[in-house]
């Protein structure tokens, strides 16, 4: 082990404790991450010992959602690090899925309450992102303060 010391750690430990609207808005983005591994891998096996209408689109499909699972999962690790980078990916993540939400509430059926669902998990984690205690904590200045 490395006794050298780790300017990250050590910043965030000064900062002081990780404000819960940052715990909660990692936790989010990585429900989501976890929700497109899960997605994902239905979707391969499926295309693997189902009867798909097309096992390539079935499989090309699944492995997209794996890979697109790691944007948000890794900027939930990057804001449970608090690494001011991690909140671009974790915004994006959000209004990548405001139109899957949307798509899902004008469908008729089964796919309504996911709608639902993915709508409250996108706005309510765009919220805890831009709240200005999250900002803070991960070091992210507004416009004009970049020497203050």
């Known amino acids: 082990m490395s006794s050298e010391p780790n300017p990250v750690t050590e910043a965030a430990e000064e900062a002081g404790p990780r404000p819960g609207r940052l715990t ?3 936790a989010l983005a990585a429900l989501e991450g976890l ?8 979707m391969v096996v499926g295309g693997l010992t189902g009867h798909p209408d097309d ?4 499989i090309t499909g699944g ?3 794996i890979v697109l699972a790691l944007l948000p999962l890794l900027a ?7 690494r001011g980078w991690s909140r671009g990916p974790a915004v994006i993540t959000q209004i990548m899925a405001l139109p899957v939400a949307y798509n899902l509430l004008t469908t008729n059926g089964p796919a309504i309450p ?5 709508a409250a998990v996108a706005v309510t984690a765009l919220v805890l ?11 992210i200045r507004g416009p004009g303060r970049a020497g203050k």
């Open 55 to 58: 096992r390539t689109a079935a």
């Open 63 to 65: 492995v997209t959602l």
């Open 129 to 139: 992102l831009v709240n200005p205690e999250t900002t803070q904590a991960l070091g």
């Open 24 to 26: 909660a808005a990692a």
């Open 35 to 42: 929700a497109l591994v899960v997605g994902g891998a239905w």
């Open 76 to 82: 939930a690790r990057g804001l449970l690090g608090r």
């Open 114 to 118: 996911a709608g639902i669902v993915l």
